[in-house]
């Protein structure tokens, strides 16, 4: 079957970091991905370049078997395909909740409020934000304004879902309503992809694991295989510290 | 009560107590001193005669509608014209450049020359073309010396709010498959005006009293007005009437822009 998601060969530089140094992934439709790796591994990064975020120095990203990484190619059109979430919400300070998950679909496809309120509303409601629609970000907890970011990315029906580090910026008690969010997405079928810290969560929700540093997948495969049995003496290290 | 609430009384009692007698004492020195002057009779006379002051007041505060005429059309025209440079100066694509030079050089030259001098040199410059009335009027180019000068500052102040709005915001934005415009119009603008508020309230203030600086250009507003009675009676206390009428604009909305300005600070805390 063909991927949902490929990356072939991706490279890509700060300077003369190499950040990507030739990362290759395959995504299959409705899979999750978590890729783990101390900071700086190139996590986060990786994100950033599929959704066009980073420009990419060299390789291929297909999305259906398409190559978004032309470059030239337009990236709004990209970008309404995947959703992104960030480790600091970035929710927009000036606009209810309801307002920033309705900015998207509203200027990107050009619809009224009358004609998706109900089903941004919906959104919320699935995810137990019904009551805090009305409200600013200032006004949530940073597990809501977090909830509410994914309900935003979700308006826009995109096919993948990219997570970088969303979890990290909230409080410990606060950590279980976001991923409970990510468990229901698995649930409907969601293609996504999660920089991640939560080893608890990698281990029970992912299909697939990739350990990354210094720019490169050193491993990959399924929870049981790295988490139990990792081959490589880093992601051994890595797991042993994260682990205890 | 507590032993910290009394102490914290005593404490509150003791520096009341400091600053009536430090006041008083400033108050009896000026009250004292300055009268003993050598000049303070003639002073007195020529700057703070109450009757004058009754005389010229009137008149004055008709001129003072003068200012607050050129004040009310100049300021929107500041706020748009600012904007639109800040914008310019903003832009990435490569069609823009011109503009951004453009942009570049306005914010440059305008900053750069005393604003009184823009003034004489637009507002006799201009009308020196030899155009028909009205526009060859003083009002209109006092105007636009004043209108370029200000967009100037405004522009700097706008771009330094879209600055101060965190990139984070853009990438959000941008990844949610906004243009780069409407990331813009949409999420940095709204943000970006709104923090610098305050900053612009010190640019009108400031514009309030520069709209004087049209006098030397011929309008008759108040500072005009002003010089005019001096002329005429012999005498300065219509400038200090006219001072009088600035500070009871100015002080408040210097106050509130202060207000503004500590809210937004305990905000971003």
Redesign the interface.
């Known amino acids: 079957m063909k991927p949902k998601l490929q990356l072939k060969n991706i490279t890509k530089y700060f300077g003369e970091t190499a950040v990507c140094n030739g990362i290759d992934l395959d995504v299959h439709d409705g899979q999750t991905v978590c890729l783990i790796g101390a900071s700086g591994g190139g996590k986060s990064t990786l994100l950033?370049c599929i959704?066009l975020?980073e420009p990419i120095e060299d390789g291929e990203i297909l999305l259906d078997g398409d190559d978004i990484s032309v470059p030239g190619i337009d990236?709004?059109?990209v970008?309404?395909r995947?959703?992104?979430v960030?480790q600091?919400y970035?929710?927009?300070?000036?606009m209810t909740a309801l307002d920033n998950a309705m900015?998207?679909p509203k200027?990107?496809w050009g619809k009224s409020n009358k004609d998706i309120q109900a089903e941004v509303e919906h959104l919320f409601e699935t995810f137990g934000l019904a009551d805090r629609m009305r409200q600013y970000p200032d006004q949530l907890s940073g597990g809501q304004q977090q909830r509410v970011?994914i309900v935003?990315?979700l308006a826009?029906q995109p096919e993948v879902m990219l997570f970088d580090e969303i979890t990290s910026a909230l409080d410990p008690q606060l950590v279980g309503e976001v991923l409970d969010v990510l468990l229901t997405l698995k649930s409907q079928g969601m293609t996504m992809v999660l920089a991640t810290h939560e080893m608890g969560f990698a281990r029970q929700a992912a299909d697939k694991v990739c350990f990354l540093q210094g720019g490169k997948i050193l491993e990959e495969g399924p929870p049981e295989a790295i988490f139990e049995h990792a081959q490589e003496p880093a992601t051994q290290a890595f797991l042993a510290r994260a682990l205890k | 009560m507590t032993r910290r609430q009394m102490y914290e009384r005593h404490q509150r009692r003791k520096s009341i107590t400091i600053a009536t007698v430090s006041t008083a004492v400033a108050i009896l020195c000026l009250y004292v001193f300055v009268p003993m002057t050598p000049g303070w009779d003639k002073v007195q006379k020529s700057f703070f005669n109450w009757e004058v002051l009754q005389k010229t007041f009137p008149k004055l505060l008709d001129a003072f509608v003068v200012n607050i005429m050129i004040f009310a059309w100049s300021a929107p025209a500041i706020a748009v014209l600012g904007l639109l440079i800040a914008l310019a100066r903003n832009a990435k694509s490569p069609a823009m450049f011109p503009l951004r030079i453009l942009g570049a050089a306005f914010t440059d030259v305008f900053r750069g020359v005393p604003v009184v001098l823009t003034v004489y040199l637009i507002g006799f410059g201009i009308p020196g073309l030899g155009l028909p009335r009205p526009w060859n009027s003083p009002y209109l180019w006092g105007s636009v010396a004043l209108i370029l000068t200000y967009s100037a500052y405004v522009a700097e102040i706008f771009r330094s709010g879209i600055d101060s709005v965190h990139h984070s915001q853009r990438a959000a934005a941008l990844s949610l498959g906004l243009s780069e415009r409407q990331v813009m119009r949409d999420v940095i603008l709204p943000q970006a005006v709104r923090n610098v508020v305050p900053s612009q309230m010190n640019m009108l203030i400031a514009l309030q009293k520069d709209v004087s600086l049209l006098s030397f250009i011929g309008p008759v507003e108040i500072f005009r007005q002003a010089g005019v009675f001096k002329s005429l009676l012999a005498n300065f206390t219509p400038y200090v009437g006219a001072a009088i009428i600035f500070l009871v604009i100015t002080i408040p909305a210097t106050r509130y822009a202060d207000y503004l300005m500590a809210r937004q600070m305990r905000e971003r805390r």
């Open positions: 950033r959704n975020l990236p709004q059109s970008r309404a995947i959703g992104m960030f600091s970035n929710l927009f300070p000036h900015l998207a200027r990107v970011a935003r990315a826009m």
